[in-house]
């Protein structure tokens, strides 16, 4: 098959401000950065990546597209990305899953997994 995944596009209000927190929650670098667009990748030479670009309106729902992580510690990770500025979000999980959901500044949802057990489905935010 002749597809490559490129990028996630992720809208913005600052999408600068915005990859530059991904950069810093993720540890990855900016690619490409003007007033009106941001995309960062783990690498300059690695794909997928995130591509932020400005919209005029603001988030007004839950996004029905969401990143999942696997961190090694999900308690401190959840920690980590909290002092960063995310925060946590309420999309109606029961409370008993193995994840949590967060928002990064701009509100886009997205999980923290816990450790995968066998026969364990994916996550549903």
């Known amino acids: 098959m002749g597809l490559e995944w490129d ?7 600052d999408p600068v401000a ?8 993720l540890g990855w670098v900016v690619v490409n950065e ?11 030479d690695r794909m997928p990546g995130l591509f932020f670009g400005v919209v ?4 007004t ?10 961190p090694d510690d999900q308690h ?13 979000a309420d999309v109606g999980q029961r409370g008993d899953e193995p994840w949590v959901v967060l ?10 997994l816990g450790e995968r057990t066998a026969g364990q489905g994916l996550p549903g935010a």
Do not use: M
Not at 34 to 44: D, I, K
Not at 56 to 59: F, I, Q, Y
Not at 81 to 88: D, I, P, V, Y
Not at 104 to 112: K, S
């Open 34 to 44: 003007t007033a009106e667009e941001s995309e960062v990748r783990p690498a300059p």
């Open 103 to 112: 928002a990064d500044p701009e509100g886009n949802e997205f999980c923290v």
């Open 56 to 59: 005029p309106e603001g988030k």
């Open 76 to 88: 401190a990770e959840v920690e980590r990305l909290l002092a960063l500025g995310a925060r946590r």
């Open 61 to 70: 729902v839950k996004n029905r597209l969401h990143l999942d992580f696997r």
């Open 18 to 25: 915005l990859g530059r927190w991904w950069c810093e929650a």
């Open 7 to 13: 990028s996630l596009v992720i809208d913005a209000a």
